[in-house]
Every structure is written in C-alpha cells, then in structure tokens.
T-cell receptor, first 111, second 110 residues
Framework: NAGVTQTPKFQVLKTGQSMTLQCAQD?????MSWYRQDPGMGLRLIHY???????DQGEVPNGYNVSRSTTEDFPLRLLSAAPSQTSVYFC??????????FGPGTRLTVL | GESVGLHLPTLSVQEGDNSIINCAYS??????FIWYKQESGKGPQFIID?????DKRQGQRVTVLLNKTVKHLSLQIAATQPGDSAVYFC?????????FGSGTRLLVRP
C-alpha cells in the first residue's frame, strides 16, 4: 500500500490564482480530512469527509472547497489564493480503529 | 471555544533519561486523546492513544497518562533516544474532528 499520497509537494501561487491540492489513499478508508499547519502551530481542520459524496466543514473552511466523488480521492481547492493561505497542508485518512494516517504534506506559498 | 494547549514549547533531555511532555485540554466531553510525533518535513505520526475511560496506557517505551479531574494529558518516553527528537502534539477528538495543541519540541542531548 502507498498509504496517503499528496501532490504537489511544493507550490508557489500568486494572489488570486486558484489550484487544487490532490490527496489519494489506497487503504479503502471511508473517512478523510484536510488540515493546515502554520509555523509553530498544531494542525487545524479545514474540511473532512465521512464517505464518498459526503463532506463537511472543519475549523477553518473559508477559502477552500472539497469534493469526494470516490473513496480514494479527496482534492482540496483554493478558489482565489491569498497570502494568509501560505501554509503546509496535510491530508489524512482514518482506519476502522480510528487511527489517522497522514500524507507527507504540501508546502504552499502565496505571494 | 474548545482548545488543547501545551505547557512547555521546548524540552531538552539527556540521552537515556526519561521525558515527560504535558498537555492541557479544555473540552471535558472529549472521549479520545492522541499523541503524535512530527519530524521535520514530515506529516504527524501516531504514537499512542487513550480513551477517557482509562487513566493510563502503555506502549513500547511510551506511556500516556490522563487526568480527567484537571483535564491534563501527559506523554512519558522512557530512555529517550536521539531518534525521539521531534515535535510532539497532543490532540483531542470529538466525532471525527481532531483539535491539536501547538506542540512541544523535544531535543535529545547526546
């Protein structure tokens, strides 16, 4: 199993640009989530999904959209990037024992 | 609002000594707590968890203690090794939502 994969690893955007952060897992987990981590901080939940076709907001959802058309994929879309969205983004999935598996992260810089 | 915080931002210990990392939480309704280890440039890695109906849980070289009376959580690492150097986060879970603390950096001196 590849576990949780994320692409790209690094991205630089200009203010106002849009992009999609990709996340995929091959463990057949129903639950997936997106977090952002700012320097010296813990992770904050952006959006999560409890299964294909079902998504919900976390702590900091503004400026982000998600969709879950398949069990495997959970992309995160930035509609109009802002410097405040400069962060490291982590995708995670949860197994049936409630253990979270995190991807390697995407480091995003918005100029 | 709900919050999970840590008392010490940086902890420096001698190799071979025991380490204790502390965490305070505010949501008394949380029923599940987790400790994560995060190495530089990597995602958080699960270390150990504990449910609110337990006071103590042991793993390999790690022990988590939960004191619900004062809403305090601690992670004990026995015989700390250089490979234990990382940032440690506690988190509390409500439904599928994880609330993380700000982290403690553990430095292991040779």
């Amino acid at each position: 199993n590849a576990g949780v994969t994320q692409t790209p690893k690094f991205q630089v955007l200009k203010t106002g640009q849009s992009m999609t952060l990709q996340c995929a897992q091959d463990m057949n987990h129903e639950y997936m989530s997106w977090y952002r981590q700012d320097p010296g901080m813990g992770l904050r939940l952006i959006h999560y999904s409890v299964g294909a076709g079902i998504t919900d907001q976390g702590e900091v959802p503004n400026g982000y959209n998600v969709s879950r058309s398949t069990t495997e994929d959970f992309p995160l879309r930035l509609l109009s990037a802002a410097p405040s969205q400069t962060s490291v983004y982590f995708c995670a999935s949860i197994d049936s024992y409630n253990e979270q598996f995190f991807g390697p992260g995407t480091r995003l810089t918005v100029l | 609002g709900e919050s999970v915080g840590l008392h010490l931002p940086t902890l420096s210990v001698q190799e071979g000594d025991n380490s204790i990392i502390n965490c305070a939480y505010s949501n008394s309704a949380s029923d599940y707590f987790i400790w994560y280890k995060q190495e530089s440039g990597k995602g958080p890695q699960f270390i150990i968890d504990i449910r609110s109906n337990m006071d103590k849980r042991q793993g390999q070289r790690v022990t988590v203690l939960l004191n619900k009376t004062v809403k305090h959580l601690s992670l004990q690492i026995a015989a700390t090794q250089p490979g234990d150097s990382a940032v440690y986060f506690c988190a509390e879970r409500s439904s599928y939502k994880l609330i993380f603390g700000s982290g403690t950096r553990l430095l292991v001196r040779p």
